[in-house]
Each structure stands twice: as C-alpha cells, then as structure tokens.
C-alpha cells in the first residue's frame, strides 16, 4: 500500500503432512533444494524439490564423448565451453612433456593454436567403454583412436578425460559435467605403424622358418630314434640268438660227453671181458694141466684148438663191440638227410641240430625236418 515491494521469500520446503523439513542432525544441513519449473501448470509458478539423481558413468561417457567429438570436428575454436576456469589441459606427444595449462582463458587459446580445422577423427571401438566412476561423483574417461590434421598423415592419439558434476541451472533439473582434467598425448603416425608392423610380419616370417626347421630336426630326431631302437631289437634278438646256440652246444657237449662215458664203460667191460676170459682160460689151462701130464698127444691137441677157439671169440667179441659203437656214434652224429657227413647247422627257433652245411645250402627247407617248425634262421656249430 505504501508503494514500496517487499522483498517475497521462498516457501519453506513442506513434507507430504505440510510440515516443515528439519535437518536430522545439527551439524548437518538439510538436503539441497534446486528450483524447478512446474511442468504443466498453467502459471509460470516455481517449486522447490531434490536433485534428480546422477546417470551411471557409461551413460555420462557415451553422451560426452559422441558430443565433445563432434564439435572438435565441426568448431574446434569452441571446445573451451566444455572446460571453467578451475580447469586444466595438458596436450605433448609424450606424458613426460605435457605441460598443463589451468583457466578457462588459457584453454581457450591452447585450442585456438591447435589448428584442428578439418581434422578427420576416427575413434577406437572399445573407447566408451573405457570408464568409470571417480571420487565426488566425477567420471574418468579414456580415449583412443587416430587424428588426421589438414595435410598431414594420421596419427595416434589418447585423451583422458576426468569430468566433474555441476549445480545444474535453474529451472532444470538434469545433472550436468564439466571437464576438470584433460590429458592429449599425440602417437606416432600410422606410416611408422605400418613400418613396425612389416618389420614384426618379417620377424614372423623368420620365426616361422625357424619353427618349420625345429619341426624338421624334430621328424629326424625321430627317424633316428626308431633307427636306434630297430638296432636295439636286431642286437637283442642277436643276443637271444646266441644264447640259443650256446645252449644247443652246451647240450650237444653234454650228449658228446655221455657218449664218451658210455664208450669208457664199454671198453671197461671190454677189458673186464679180456681179464675174465684170460682169468678162465689160465683157470682152464690150470685145471686141465694137472691132467696134462696125463693126456695123450692128441688130447693136448685137441686143447690147443679149444684154447685157439676161445681166443679168436673174444678177439671178434671185442671187435664188434667196438664197431657197434663206432656206428652207434657215427648215426647220431650223421645228417639226417645225406646219412654221410656230421651234423652241423643249428635251426632256429626250434633249436635242433640234425642237418649238414652241404645238405642246407643244397636243400631250400622251410621247415626243420624233426619238429615241421619254420626255419627262421640258422646257425653253423663247429665241434
């Protein structure tokens, strides 16, 4: 009324009773409250609520990387909106060299030197997804991909962002970021990439060479072990062979040694035959002497022819004895196919000596002639 406008104060925040909002505790303050613009009401009238909560950090990089992206390539003289002042950009070809420069100002002329008009930006794939979440609410962000400035070969280039919440403006309440940190480190140009690449296909190449020649020495190695173990088997199965014939020769030394044996016994007998027949005919002689002095010539005689007689018996008694063992000996010892020469060849595996060198060379067997085993291999024996 007196013309005077008294300055109006914003309605305390209500809860759903209409009471007043308290902050639980005295050394903390009540939630903060933005000013927000009633969504279809008819007047322009405010009221005031809490924040909309913050978006999760994937959501934060897609959308800030899509739009920070696309005004490099369309304004790069406008890239300094992203940053305010408390911000910082650092942009060198090695991290050790980058030298940050802090302030709104600063940036502004750090990109307006930067020259990107026309830059063709090409990035990674994995790059959106390379972020997260950071202290106070901020967001991390890295960036790869390639750079190609007007006139120039591409070049590699990361960019690590650290984006940090803002008190939205009024009437709004959709949280926003904006750029604290940023990190630009230029690569090498893809020239040299693909230098380095025909220089790792070369050593590839070589590598492979020599992984197909340690295969190569490997199949020989092999080879010359199977060699080695079928010359292990061939002198094993010498060995085996040898030891057969020393115990065929060992068994035919026994058989000569009781032939021996036999032989001493029958000239044993024989020569006790001898001193039996002489005991009997001195006894003879003796008993008939006494009678001797008695007898006529021609009983005498007749005693001459009996002892002459008895004699010639065990002078051919003895004889044949002997020649049945000489022939008894000689058969088991002559080749079972020629009856003539002395056995010599061992067969093997069935270990039976029956044949003559002359007799095998001359014969093709393939089965020994005592047992009908297959000949696998034969063995001269010198006795």
């Known amino acids: 009324q007196d013309g005077v406008s008294k300055k109006q104060t914003p309605p305390q925040p209500r809860n759903e009773r209409g009471g007043k909002i308290k902050a ?22 405010v009221f005031y609520g809490q924040p909309a909560p913050l978006p999760p950090p994937l959501t934060v990089a897609t959308t800030f990387v899509a739009h920070y992206y696309r005004v490099m390539s369309m304004a790069p003289t406008e890239l300094f909106r992203f940053y305010k002042e408390q911000s910082s950009l650092a942009v060198s070809k090695t991290i050790d060299e980058a030298t940050p420069v802090t302030g709104l100002e600063a940036i502004k002329t750090k990109w307006s030197q930067m020259k990107l008009q026309d830059a063709k930006i090409v990035l990674s794939p994995s790059s959106v997804n390379a972020s997260q979440a950071s202290l ?28 940090a919440p803002q008190v939205p403006p009024a009437f709004s ?75 065929e020769l060992a068994r035919v030394q026994a058989e000569q040694q009781q032939q021996q044996k036999i032989l001493g016994e029958v ?28 007898m006529t010539f021609s009983e005498v005689g007749v005693l001459q022819n009996e002892l002459k007689m008895l004699w010639e018996a065990a002078i051919n008694r003895r004889e044949q004895l002997m020649k049945d063992q000489h022939e008894n000996s000689a058969a088991n010892m002559a080749c079972i196919i020629c009856h003539e020469r002395a056995k010599s060849v061992l067969i093997l595996p069935c270990r039976h000596l029956c044949l003559c060198q002359t007799c095998v060379n001359s014969n093709e067997l393939t089965s020994c002639p005592l047992c009908r085993d297959e000949i696998q291999d034969t063995l001269q024996i010198f006795l």
């Open 24 to 45: 639980e505790k005295k050394n903390e303050p009540a939630p903060q409250l933005i000013k927000q613009k009633v969504e279809g009401s008819p007047k322009a009238g």
């Open 136 to 163: 106070n609410s901020c967001v991390a962000i890295l960036v790869t991909g390639t750079i190609a400035l007007s006139g120039q070969s591409p070049l590699n280039f990361s960019q690590a962002f650290v984006l």
């Open 173 to 247: 309440n959709t949280p926003s970021y904006f750029v604290l940190n940023d990190t630009l480190i230029f690569g090498q140009h893809l020239s040299c990439t693909v230098e380095h690449k025909n220089k790792l296909k070369k050593v590839k190449e070589k590598h492979d060479k020599v992984k197909q020649e340690l295969k190569k020495l490997q199949a020989e190695l092999l080879q010359h072990q199977a060699g080695q173990a079928l010359l292990v088997a061939e002198a094993s199965d010498a060995v085996k062979k040898h030891k057969a014939a020393e115990e």
């Open 267 to 294: 000239i044993m007998a024989t020569k006790k035959a001898d001193e039996e027949r002489e005991l009997a005919a001195y006894e003879l002689a003796r008993l008939r002497g006494e009678k001797l002095a008695s």
